[in-house]
């Protein structure tokens, strides 16, 4: 099962975009748990993640997110903005999957 946490500033604006990327992993017949987060929770629950996607509204957050993500080894990277504004979900997994190294 893959784990993929996603974290946003209040952890509503990425709900949407969770449900499409499990509708990609389930299309991929694809294990995941998808979730999403307030910033403030990130760190707590990157311990159960296997990566960690930012909001790209919370690209200014990467360098202090990774001192966690780098202690509990996973990767994480920025949301690609314009995957982000179309809810993409399938182009947001395959990212995920692509630092998991799937």
């Not at 946490?5 to 990327?21: D, E, F, Q």
């Not at 996973?74 to 809810?87: K, N, T």
Request: aromatic residues 4%; proline residues 4%.
């Amino acid at each position: 099962m893959k784990r993929i946490l996603l974290a946003c500033s209040a952890g509503m604006s990425t709900s949407l975009l969770v449900s499409k990327m499990k509708e990609a992993a389930d299309a991929k017949g694809i294990e995941t748990e998808i979730w999403a987060v307030a910033q403030d929770k990130a760190p707590k629950e990157m311990e159960r993640a296997d990566v960690l996607l930012i909001g790209p509204q919370m690209r200014f957050m990467k360098k202090k997110f990774s001192i966690t993500a780098n202690e509990v080894g996973i990767p994480l990277d920025v949301i690609d903005p314009m995957a982000y504004g179309r809810v993409d979900g399938e182009a947001v997994l395959n990212k995920a999957l692509e630092l998991i190294g799937e």
